[in-house]
T-cell receptor
Framework: NAGVTQTPKFRVLKTGQSMTLLCAQD?????MYWYRQDPGMGLRLIHY???????AKGEVPDGYNVSRLKKQNFLLGLESAAPSQTSVYFC??????????????FGPGTRLTVT | GNSVTQMEGPVTLSEEAFLTINCTYT??????LFWYVQYPGEGLQLLLK?????DKGSNKGFEATYRKETTSFHLEKGSVQVSDSAVYFC??????????FGRGTSLIVHP
């Protein structure tokens, strides 16, 4: 099992460029999440998905779009990158069942710098 | 809504010292409680969890007890090592599948 993988690990963008971050999980988990982590801010939820073909907004969705066309993949898109989107992005997954007693599984992160 | 408050860091200790990182929560119902650890340059990974009141989670020498009467889930370790240096996150899951995280506490252990 690879668990949760993220591609790429590092990326530098210029303001206005676009990119897509890929998250993949091989555990057949129903729920998937995108977070950003900034110094002193903890983890903030960007978007999440409760199943294939469904997505929902989290705490800080502006400037991002997501898609979940296949159960194992969750894509995060930046249409027009801004310096405020410089951050470390984490993907996570969670299995269905038992009222929230299961833990999330996190990917290794993508470090994005927007200049 | 749900919330998690944990002590601000950094917490700086010498090797073999006793560690406590405080975590309190606000939630409706009976949430599950988690401690995650994030080593430098890595993603979060589960350290331990407790799913009902008075449960004790333990792993790698760390322990935390789910105290419903004080709405707390404090993390403890009797003797820390340099390799325990990391950021620790307290979190709760109230059944909505949107976990709530604390802001994280950085632990620095000196030899």
């Amino acid at each position: 099992n690879a668990g949760v993988t993220q591609t790429p690990k590092f990326r530098v963008l210029k303001t206005g460029q676009s990119m897509t971050l890929l998250c993949a999980q091989d555990m057949n988990h129903e729920y998937m999440y995108w977070y950003r982590q900034d110094p002193g801010m903890g983890l903030r939820l960007i978007h999440y998905s409760v199943g294939e073909g469904t997505t929902a907004k989290g705490e800080v969705p502006d400037g991002y779009n997501v898609s979940r066309l296949k159960k194992q993949n969750f894509l995060l898109g930046l249409e027009s990158a801004a310096p405020s989107q410089t951050s470390v992005y984490f993907c996570a997954s969670l299995p269905l069942g038992q009222g929230g007693t299961y833990e999330q599984y996190f990917g290794p992160g993508t470090r994005l710098t927007v200049t | 809504g749900n919330s998690v408050t944990q002590m601000e860091g950094p917490v700086t200790l010498s090797e073999e010292a006793f560690l406590t990182i405080n975590c309190t929560y606000t939630a409706t119902g009976y949430p599950s409680l988690f401690w995650y650890v994030q080593y430098p340059g890595e993603g979060l990974q589960l350290l331990l969890k407790a799913t009902k009141a008075d449960d004790k989670g333990s792993n790698k020498g760390f322990e935390a007890t789910y105290r419903k009467e004080t709405t707390s889930f404090h993390l403890e370790k009797g003797s820390v090592q340099v390799s325990d240096s990391a950021v620790y996150f307290c979190a709760l899951s109230g059944g909505s599948y949107i976990p709530t995280f604390g802001r994280g506490t950085s632990l620095i252990v000196h030899p």
